[in-house]
């Protein structure tokens, strides 16, 4: 017995020497990996054991509850570097340069209001002009501007951000160069956006340029060149930079990083808080985003009060509040519960047998019970087709007002419509010619694989009801999950294969400064027929050449009845062509939050003027929210 | 053989097992033919509908034969519903937020409480400190207790074809009764249905015979290739033992799950059908079985019968199957039942992990475990559509190494009690 | 004691063999796999980039970096050495950080979490067993049906319905994590509470999955030893029962610890399912959002540490077994 007791405390003290070692082991060879592998990594290296050491600016290691807003649904990972420039920093919360850029620790120029579809002064003081030729745009910054080192953000911060975008690529630079010529600082406080022109000595497209200054960030010059010198001009370093040392303008900076969470303090001397921006600093002193495996998890997190902003999919979000009587809401009192933003699409491969045909697609579409859809894989968070018909526009009232509802109606679909499908069919002469229930093109049966990727669930849900209508109609459709990694390069290049992707799921654009214009763009917009590494749209290769015309020239009009009769035309071309059609509506940011310790966040008919959108109180204007908040007494 | 059958049932433990296992699989024989319902259909426009018998409410107004019942408790039972204690508590609470002083509020009694909220209660009125959540709580209490009172019929009207106008079809009157037999439509959902508004029992029992099918064939294929490899290895021995138990040993120390995540990976959600699956289970289990038959072949090999046969110059394979498979049998069938369970366990994880068979062609037990998981049915208290998954998958297990236990005692006479 | 180094030096190399072998299937396998990862961290860029010359730029820049345009055995040769000197590579899912930073912070959590709870499982189970066998009756009609049906529970069942019960329902642990989710690392009290109380559900759910499985294993081997002719001696001259019972315990805990050294590979397998359910910041977690995220170093990484793991403790297991066990010692003599 004794012995045996001996055995058992030599494989207890082997277990810990064994963890002991495999720490002792990994510690030293993660130092010694930059002298051993090749230049990219091992630059990447030694910041990272520098953020493994996971340092903590002040003192305090408890985030009292009382001071502090936690988020999830944005970080699903551990956040890799504080790198504007770098596009893969897997850092949600600080770095999001998009139609509504997230600018909690960065700022941009304006802001963008998806409720209203205006932008707002940010680092900018007033609104920005176009000069009367539309070749360049001027704005005024905001004097009171600062870094969080305490100099001023001058114009040719702005300037050399642009240049610094260009010079190494970036996304952003690769994204703009085409429409943006130049950015130059006037005096220190007047910026001038260059506009590439177009034959007729105008900006070719206005609505991206001036996209530009509410989507990406202003960095400063002289950080830049800091990081230009470490870096030595390798664009690969520039922008792999782990940028530890970055300087901000926003009312956030790193407080704290490792695989479980990351946590943003409050810069007390924001320059926000001057009364010519807010007035005020923003009520939480941290934003903490918990990393959460999965969804479960988070609904977890959201109903035992340890999460106060959820952006992420809840399913049955009503049961936490109807059922569980938690003190959760989400921006509508009722279902969608959220403003649906953007269009989760089925296209169709039209090179496969009958695909062709516009009366098959039609007829599928019409087929689709769009109801169950969102009733099962939505969980009710979308608009039904009933409630907002079918168009390019999503279900915000400004875009709805961008067509003419009535010069469509004719040409809709509620979905569901088995016997309006079969009479499309057998009218197109798409009949059972065999017997064997399916119909046939030429003797030979139509049958279509639907796809979307494997364990993106709503969709899946979406793609089984999609499927599930093509018996209906006599078309067979089975389904398929290939892994994302093998999706994503199918159908982003032309062409596409003759099996397996017939009709397939992607996204588009949400609510933004360009919108509608640049989803109906992503959805039907010839440029994007037919390339490769296509990662914009439009990826069942559509080319209609009264589409493109309407497409180009949107941008430049600048009669609103003009511009409406273009959407409506769009409209109609969607409607009646059918190259993909929409599943459903979906929400430009899931927005549910608990008020357990934090209230006053932004709600239908919460009385803001303007009205702060809900998008985590992170994105474009939702920002605004911060200011508004109050503890719960 | 017949005799050791008999003793086989005489033991108890495998009596248990194998009634448990029976009785599942007469379920998964029989259930499909009472409920013939295809088992992927999606029925419910909605998710997770809790379990219970749904009457449809259309049939229900149009029952051919109305029943008039005067229950005394029907109308406190209709308000109990809507109007719990929870509820009253929150009235007051609300009263007395905008100055009812206490003492003019009785909970108890509903109509002077329902008159003091229609006077008090105001949406458009901020009250300092009522979080949102709250207030929108109180918005849909307003809306429910509307017409609680109310001892008047409903109106059932329709449009007229030719004006649009509604005009009144019918009245539903408060006694109304109708017998749940005469309805037409009504749907028992003893399970209630999953994310997909699929019902969730004749999924289960689909569910059940695809697993078991899955641990049918990853057992015999584990047990094949475990039989022939440990026969080859025990019998003929030399250089080819050293070589298969070269392999197996590797085999052993390498985690199997490991090899079944990199393996399933590998292959790609697009080939792995339940039967891809089943495949890659038994070709990366099947070493436990080569080692016991090995170990039990080695102590056979020399054994009298198996000499006496070598000399009588009969060849390897019929001594094989003459003199050495019989003996070994009762292990190998021991073995089967263990793989089949410990298959239905591998693809359940498989399936948390995202790695099962891909989900639209038929319903396992895993993938419906994942998918109750992926829409977080454990965390919205939606038990059946995860617990009886789990509950079925323990039960076949436990039912089939009940049985491998029992075996083993009849087997090994030394277990017995 | 030259006849144990023989047997010593036996078993490193079969170490050191399995370890190969385990390397090579570890890089081979994910790389079968049809698809391009570097397409999918080029996907993630692609929001908000408008113009495809750019994307495409990007693309083979990135192509160039994880060497994917390499051919395969290149790919090989690079990793062998990479690997040799601690390097992982670059994760794909998290570009650019290195695949051993995010191992690092895992792998201690999972080996405290894991080794520990099938230890503890392993003993008890053990010791219930031998109680089974020696009472039978009653404690014998409870505890082995009752562990026959906890053992075949999966793991992730059993770590379901104590999440569930426990954290769930009645609140009294948390759901989720390593540590409370308004702490960050450090070695006060605080956070040293947190951690325990964020150990037990995992831990138990491990740990009961163990009991019932070696329950059942111990019970047979004491009931073969109960029956052995020793005991009946013993009985004969009257020794007291818990002393035989002391005997029959150290013998039958032999073939245990083999059994342990060949289940602790499937237990790790079972384990690791049950972390995700927690949410427990170890290597089941690690590996499903690298399964999730198409990011094959990753994978083959944390795949070659818990064989690596496996191996080891297998390993450490024989070489105690090797020091105990007195038919080994005997051969050794010879």
Same mark, same amino acid.
């Given at each position: 017995?004794?012995?045996?007791m001996?055995v058992?405390?030599?494989?207890?003290?082997?277990?810990l020497?064994?963890?002991?070692?495999?720490?002792?082991?990994?510690?030293?060879?993660?130092?010694?990996?930059?002298?051993?592998?090749?230049?990219?990594?091992?630059?990447?290296?030694?910041?990272a054991?520098?953020?493994?050491?996971?340092?903590?600016?002040?003192?305090d290691?408890?985030?009292?509850?009382?001071?502090?807003?936690?988020?999830?649904?944005?970080?699903?990972?551990a956040?890799?570097?504080?790198?504007?420039?770098?596009?893969?920093?897997?850092?949600a =919360?600080?770095?999001?340069?998009?139609?509504?850029?997230?600018?909690? =620790?960065?700022?941009?120029?304006?802001?963008?209001?998806? =409720?209203?579809?205006?932008?707002?002064?940010?680092l900018?003081?007033?609104?920005y002009?176009w000069?009367?030729?539309?070749?360049?745009?001027?704005?005024?910054?905001?004097?009171?501007?600062k870094?969080?080192?305490?100099?001023?953000?001058?114009?040719?911060?702005?300037?050399?951000?642009?240049?610094?975008?260009?010079?190494?690529?970036?996304?952003?630079?690769?994204a703009?160069?085409?429409?943006?010529?130049?950015?130059?600082?006037?005096?220190?406080?007047?910026?001038?956006?260059?506009?590439?022109?177009?034959d007729?000595?105008?900006?070719?497209?206005p609505?991206?340029?001036?996209a530009?200054?509410?989507?990406?960030?202003?960095?400063?010059?002289?950080?830049?060149?800091?990081?230009?010198?470490?870096?030595?001009?390798?664009?690969?370093?520039f922008?792999?930079?782990v940028?530890?040392?970055v300087?901000?303008?926003?009312?956030?900076?790193?407080?704290?990083?490792?695989?479980?969470?990351?946590?943003?303090?409050?810069?007390?001397?924001?320059?926000?808080?001057?009364?010519?921006?807010?007035?005020?600093?923003?009520?939480?002193?941290?934003?903490?985003h918990?990393?959460?495996?999965d969804?479960?998890?988070?609904?977890?997190?959201?109903?035992?009060g340890e999460?106060?902003?959820?952006q992420?999919?809840?399913?049955?979000?009503?049961?936490?509040?109807?059922?569980?009587?938690?003190?959760?809401?989400?921006?509508?009192?009722?279902?969608p519960?959220?403003?649906?933003?953007?269009?989760?699409?089925?296209?169709?491969?039209?090179?496969?047998?009958?695909?062709?045909?516009?009366?098959?697609?039609?007829?599928?579409a019409?087929?689709?019970d769009?109801?169950?859809?969102?009733?099962?894989? =939505?969980?009710?968070?979308?608009?039904?087709?009933?409630?907002?018909?079918?168009?390019?526009m999503?279900?915000?009232?400004?875009?709805?007002?961008?067509?003419?509802?009535?010069?469509?109606?004719?040409?809709?679909?509620?979905?569901?419509?088995?016997d309006?499908?079969?009479?499309?069919?057998?009218?197109?002469?798409?009949?059972?010619?065999?017997?064997?229930?399916?119909?046939?093109?030429?003797?030979?049966?139509?049958?279509?694989?639907?796809?979307?990727?494997?364990?993106?669930?709503?969709?899946?849900?979406?793609?089984?009801v999609?499927?599930?209508?093509?018996?209906?109609?006599?078309?067979?459709?089975?389904?398929?999950?290939?892994?994302?990694?093998?999706?994503?390069?199918?159908v982003?290049?032309?062409?596409?294969?003759?099996?397996?992707?017939?009709?397939?799921?992607?996204?588009?654009?949400?609510?933004?400064?360009?919108?509608?214009?640049?989803?109906?763009?992503?959805l039907?917009?010839?440029?994007f027929?037919?390339?490769?590494?296509n990662?914009?749209?439009?990826?069942?290769?559509?080319?209609?050449?009264?589409?493109n015309?309407?497409?180009d020239?949107i941008?430049?009009?600048?009669?609103?009845?003009e511009?409406?009769?273009?959407?409506?035309?769009?409209?109609?071309?969607?409607?009646?062509?059918?190259?993909?059609?929409?599943?459903?509506?979906?929400?430009?940011?899931?927005?549910?939050?608990?008020?357990?310790?934090?209230?006053?966040?932004?709600?239908?008919?919460?009385?803001t003027?303007?009205?702060?959108?809900?998008?985590?109180?992170?994105?474009?204007?939702?920002?605004?929210?911060?200011?508004?908040?109050?503890?719960?007494? | 053989?017949?005799?050791?059958?008999?003793?086989?049932?005489?033991?108890?433990?495998?009596?248990?097992?194998?009634?448990?296992?029976?009785?599942?699989?007469?379920?998964v024989i029989?259930?499909?033919?009472?409920v013939?319902?295809?088992?992927?259909?999606?029925?419910?426009?909605?998710?997770?509908?809790?379990?219970?018998?749904?009457?449809?409410?259309?049939?229900?107004?149009?029952?051919?034969?109305?029943?008039?019942l005067n229950?005394? *408790?029907?109308?406190?039972?209709?308000?109990?519903?809507?109007?719990?204690?929870?509820e009253?508590?929150?009235i007051?609470?609300?009263?007395?937020?905008?100055?009812?002083?206490? *003492?003019?509020? *009785?909970?108890?009694n509903t109509?002077?409480?329902?008159?003091?909220?229609?006077?008090?209660?105001?949406?458009?009125?901020?009250?300092?400190?009522m979080?949102?959540?709250?207030?929108?709580?109180?918005?849909?209490?307003?809306?429910?207790?509307?017409g609680?009172?109310?001892?008047?019929?409903?109106?059932?009207?329709?449009?007229?074809?030719?004006t649009?106008t509604?005009?009144?079809?019918?009245?539903?009157?408060?006694?109304?009764?109708?017998?749940?037999?005469?309805?037409?439509s009504?749907?028992?959902?003893?399970?209630?249905?999953?994310?997909?508004?699929?019902?969730?029992?004749?999924?289960?029992?689909?569910?059940?015979?695809?697993?078991?099918?899955?641990?049918?064939?990853?057992?015999?294929?584990?047990?094949?290739?475990?039989?022939?490899?440990?026969?080859?290895?025990?019998?003929v021995?030399?250089?080819?033992?050293?070589?298969?138990?070269?392999?197996?040993n590797l085999?052993?120390?390498?985690?199997?799950?490991?090899?079944?995540?990199?393996?399933s990976?590998?292959?790609?959600q697009?080939?792995?059908?339940?039967?891809?699956?089943?495949?890659?289970?038994?070709?990366?289990?099947?070493?436990?079985?080569?080692?016991?038959?090995?170990?039990?072949?080695?102590s056979?090999?020399?054994?009298?019968?198996?000499?006496?046969?070598?000399?009588?110059?009969?060849?390897?394979?019929?001594?094989?199957?003459?003199?050495?498979?019989?003996?070994i049998?009762?292990?190998?069938?021991?073995?089967?039942?263990?793989?089949?369970?410990s298959?239905i366990?591998?693809?359940?994880?498989?399936?948390?992990?995202?790695?099962?068979?891909?989900?639209?062609?038929?319903?396992?037990?895993?993938?419906?475990?994942?998918?109750?998981?992926?829409?977080?049915?454990?965390?919205l208290?939606?038990?059946?559509?995860?617990?009886?998954?789990?509950?079925?998958?323990?039960?076949?297990?436990f039912?089939?190494?009940l049985?491998?236990?029992?075996? *083993?005692q009849?087997?090994?006479?030394?277990?017995?009690? | 004691?030259?006849?144990?180094?023989?047997y010593?030096?036996?078993?490193?190399l079969?170490?050191?063999?399995?370890?190969?072998?385990?390397?090579?299937?570890?890089?081979?396998?994910?790389?079968?796999?049809?698809?391009?990862p570097?397409?999918?961290?080029?996907?993630?860029?692609?929001?908000?980039?408008?113009?495809?010359?750019?994307?495409?730029a990007?693309?083979?820049?990135?192509?160039?970096?994880?060497?994917?345009?390499?051919?395969?055995?290149?790919?090989?040769?690079?990793?062998?050495?990479?690997?040799?000197?601690?390097?992982?590579?670059?994760?794909?899912?998290q570009?650019?950080?290195?695949?051993?930073?995010?191992?690092?912070?895992?792998?201690?959590?999972?080996?405290?979490?894991?080794?520990?709870?099938?230890?503890?499982?392993?003993?008890?189970?053990?010791?219930?067993?031998v109680?089974?066998?020696?009472?039978r009756?009653?404690?014998?009609?409870?505890?082995?049906p009752?562990?026959?049906?906890?053992?075949?529970?999966?793991?992730?069942?059993?770590?379901?319905?104590?999440?569930?019960i426990?954290?769930?329902?009645?609140?009294?642990?948390?759901?989720s994590?390593?540590?409370?989710?308004?702490?960050?690392?450090?070695?006060?009290?605080?956070?040293?509470?947190?951690?325990?109380?964020?150990?037990q559900?995992?831990?138990?759910?491990?740990?009961?999955?163990?009991?019932?499985?070696?329950?059942?294993?111990?019970?047979?081997?004491?009931?073969?030893?109960?029956?052995?002719?020793?005991?009946?001696?013993?009985?004969?001259?009257?020794?007291?029962?818990?002393?035989?019972?002391?005997?029959?315990?150290?013998?039958?805990?032999?073939?245990?610890?083999?059994?342990?050294?060949?289940a602790?590979?499937?237990?790790?397998?079972?384990?690791?399912?049950?972390?995700?359910?927690?949410?427990?910041?170890?290597l089941?977690t690690?590996?499903?959002?690298?399964?999730?995220?198409?990011d094959?170093p990753?994978?083959?990484?944390?795949?070659?540490?818990?064989?690596?793991?496996?191996?080891?403790?297998?390993?450490?297991?024989?070489?105690?077994?090797?020091?105990?066990?007195?038919?080994?010692?005997?051969?050794?003599?010879?």
């Open positions: 017995m004794k012995r045996l001996f058992l405390t030599i494989i207890v003290v082997f277990t020497a064994l963890s002991a070692c495999a720490t002792a082991t990994e510690a030293p060879a993660a130092t010694e990996a930059p002298a051993a592998t090749e230049a990219p990594v091992a630059t990447e290296a030694p910041a054991s520098g953020e493994a050491a996971a340092e903590v600016v002040a003192g290691t408890v985030l009292p509850r009382e001071e502090t807003l936690y988020f999830n649904g944005q970080q699903w990972s956040v890799v570097c504080w790198n504007p420039y770098s596009s893969n920093c897997n850092n =919360m600080a770095i999001a340069q998009q139609d509504n850029a997230r600018t909690i =620790m960065f700022e941009t120029p304006y802001m963008y209001n998806m =409720m209203d579809g205006k932008v707002y002064p940010l900018a003081d007033g609104p002009a000069d009367e030729g539309m070749t360049k745009i001027t704005f005024k910054l905001n004097a009171a501007a870094w969080s080192d305490g100099s001023a953000v001058t114009a040719d911060d702005v300037a050399y951000t642009w240049a610094s975008h260009v010079k190494y690529n970036t996304g952003t630079g690769a703009n160069i085409l429409y943006v010529a130049d950015i130059v600082a006037v005096d220190p406080q007047t910026v001038e956006v260059q506009a590439v022109l177009g007729d000595g105008k900006s070719i497209n609505l991206l340029v001036q530009y200054l509410s989507s990406n960030y202003v960095m400063q010059k002289a950080w830049t060149e800091a990081l230009e010198a470490r870096a030595a001009g390798d664009a690969a370093a922008m792999a930079d940028a530890e040392d300087v901000y303008s926003g009312p956030y900076g790193k407080f704290f990083s490792d695989d479980t969470k990351v946590v943003y303090i409050r810069n007390d001397a924001y320059w926000g808080q001057d009364a010519s921006m807010w007035g005020k600093l923003p009520a939480p002193k941290y934003l903490a918990i990393i959460y495996k969804n479960a998890a988070g609904t977890t997190a959201l109903a035992a999460v106060d902003v959820s992420q999919f809840n399913s049955n979000v009503q049961d936490l509040w109807l059922e569980q009587g938690l003190p959760i809401s989400t921006y509508l009192p009722e279902a519960y959220g403003i649906g933003a953007s269009l989760p699409t089925a296209f169709f491969n039209t090179a496969s047998l009958g695909l062709d045909n516009v009366a098959v697609r039609k007829a599928i019409m087929a689709v769009y109801d169950t859809i969102i009733a099962n894989a =939505m969980t009710n968070q979308s608009a039904t087709f009933t409630q907002v018909p079918r168009s390019l999503n279900p915000t009232p400004g875009e709805q007002a961008a067509y003419d509802k009535a010069a469509v109606a004719d040409l809709q679909w509620a979905g569901n419509d088995i309006g499908a079969i009479a499309l069919l057998d009218e197109a002469g798409v009949v059972d010619t065999d017997g064997d229930g399916f119909r046939d093109i030429d003797g030979k049966k139509l049958s279509y694989v639907a796809t979307c990727p494997n364990g993106w669930s709503d969709w899946q849900a979406a793609i089984e999609v499927a599930a209508a093509g018996a209906k109609i006599g078309i067979e459709i089975t389904t398929q999950y290939p892994e994302w990694g093998v999706y994503q390069t199918v982003t290049n032309s062409p596409l294969p003759a099996e397996g992707y017939d009709i397939f799921m992607m996204w588009s654009d949400g609510a933004g400064p360009t919108q509608p214009w640049g989803r109906i763009r992503k039907l917009s010839g440029e027929a037919g390339t490769t590494n990662w914009n749209g439009n990826w069942s290769g559509f080319d209609n050449a009264d589409a015309a309407l497409i020239a941008p430049t009009m600048t009669d609103a009845a511009i409406k009769a273009a959407y409506t035309e769009l409209v109609k071309i969607y409607l009646t062509e059918v190259p993909s059609f929409t599943l459903m509506y979906r929400p430009q940011a899931f927005h549910t939050v608990n008020e357990s310790v934090w209230t006053n966040f932004p709600h239908e008919g919460d009385g003027d303007p009205a702060v959108p809900p998008l985590n109180l992170t994105d474009g204007y939702s920002v605004a929210g911060l200011y508004n908040l109050t503890l719960v007494k | 053989m017949k005799h050791t059958l008999q003793q086989v049932f005489r033991s108890s433990k495998f009596v248990t097992g194998f009634c448990i296992f029976a009785a599942i699989l007469m379920v029989f259930y499909p033919l009472f013939p319902n295809p088992p992927l259909e999606i029925i419910a426009q909605g998710s997770f509908f809790p379990p219970g018998t749904y009457v449809s409410t259309y049939d229900t107004v149009f029952s051919s034969k109305a029943y008039t229950l005394t *408790d029907a109308a406190t039972k209709r308000i109990a519903a809507k109007l719990g204690d929870q009253r508590n929150d007051k609470e609300y009263l007395m937020l905008v100055g009812v002083p206490e *003492d003019q509020i *009785d909970s108890t109509i002077l409480l329902l008159d003091l909220w229609e006077k008090n209660y105001d949406p458009t009125k901020k009250i300092s400190g979080i949102f959540s709250k207030v929108r709580y109180f918005e849909r209490l307003n809306k429910s207790l509307d609680l009172l109310s001892e008047e019929g409903l109106i059932l009207a329709s449009p007229n074809i030719d649009g509604l005009e009144q079809v019918g009245i539903i009157n408060l006694s109304d009764y109708v017998n749940i037999k005469e309805v037409a009504v749907r028992t959902l003893p399970l209630g249905t999953d994310n997909f508004g699929r019902d969730v029992l004749t999924q289960l029992v689909k569910a059940t015979s695809v697993s078991l099918m899955i641990g049918l064939i990853a057992g015999l294929i584990a047990t094949f290739i475990g039989l022939v490899l440990g026969l080859l290895s025990g019998y021995g030399g250089m080819l033992d050293d070589i298969i138990m070269f392999i197996t085999f052993t120390v390498i985690p199997s799950f490991v090899l079944l995540i990199l393996i990976y590998s292959v790609g697009e080939h792995r059908g339940a039967v891809m699956v089943a495949a890659v289970i038994g070709f990366t289990s099947w070493v436990w079985t080569t080692r016991a038959v090995r170990s039990q072949v080695i056979l090999r020399n054994r009298d019968h198996v000499n006496l046969s070598k000399l009588s110059g009969h060849s390897i394979g019929y001594i094989i199957t003459h003199d050495i498979l019989p003996y049998a009762s292990y190998v069938v021991m073995a089967l039942i263990l793989q089949i369970s298959a366990l591998a693809e359940a994880s498989l399936s948390i992990l995202g790695l099962g068979p891909k989900t639209s062609e038929v319903p396992t037990l895993g993938l419906m475990m994942n998918w109750a998981m992926i829409y977080q049915a454990q965390i208290g939606k038990w059946w559509a995860y617990f009886p998954v789990l509950l079925v998958i323990a039960m076949i297990t039912s089939m190494n049985m491998n236990t029992g075996l *083993d009849v087997f090994n006479p030394a277990l017995r009690d | 004691m030259k006849g144990y180094r023989r010593f030096l036996n078993k490193l079969w170490l050191l063999v399995t370890a190969l072998f385990a390397f090579i299937l570890n890089f081979t396998l994910p790389r079968l796999m049809p698809g391009d570097v397409a999918a961290i080029v996907a993630r860029l692609a929001q908000g980039m408008s113009n495809s010359t750019g994307m495409k990007v693309y083979e820049q990135y192509a160039e970096q994880f060497g994917t345009n390499k051919p395969m055995i290149t790919q090989f040769v690079l990793y062998v050495s990479n690997v040799f000197q601690g390097n992982f590579g670059a994760s794909f899912s570009f650019p950080r290195p695949v051993i930073d995010i191992l690092k912070s895992s792998v201690l959590w999972t080996v405290s979490l894991q080794f520990p709870a099938i230890i503890v499982g392993w003993i008890i189970g053990n010791i219930l067993g109680l089974a066998a020696y009472i009756k009653g404690f014998d009609k409870i505890v082995m009752v562990s026959l049906f906890i053992s075949n529970l999966p793991a992730f069942g059993m770590a379901v319905i104590l999440l569930v426990f954290a769930v329902d009645l609140k009294w642990f948390p759901t994590g390593g540590y409370g989710f308004d702490l960050i690392p450090d070695f006060s009290w605080r956070f040293i509470w947190s951690v325990i109380v964020h150990y559900l995992p831990f138990w759910s491990i740990v009961l999955i163990a009991i019932g499985g070696q329950a059942i294993g111990m019970r047979s081997m004491s009931i073969y030893e109960l029956n052995a002719d020793y005991v009946k001696y013993a009985r004969f001259l009257g020794i007291k029962d818990y002393k035989i019972v002391g005997y029959v315990f150290r013998n039958a805990m032999l073939p245990q610890i083999t059994g342990l050294a060949l602790i590979g499937t237990m790790v397998g079972g384990a690791l399912v049950a972390e995700i359910i927690f949410s427990y910041p170890g089941g690690t590996l499903l959002s690298a399964i999730q995220g198409q094959y990753l994978i083959s990484a944390v795949t070659l540490i818990i064989t690596v793991m496996v191996l080891l403790a297998n390993f450490a297991i024989e070489i105690i077994y090797g020091l105990i066990d007195p038919r080994i010692k005997a051969a050794q003599t010879d």
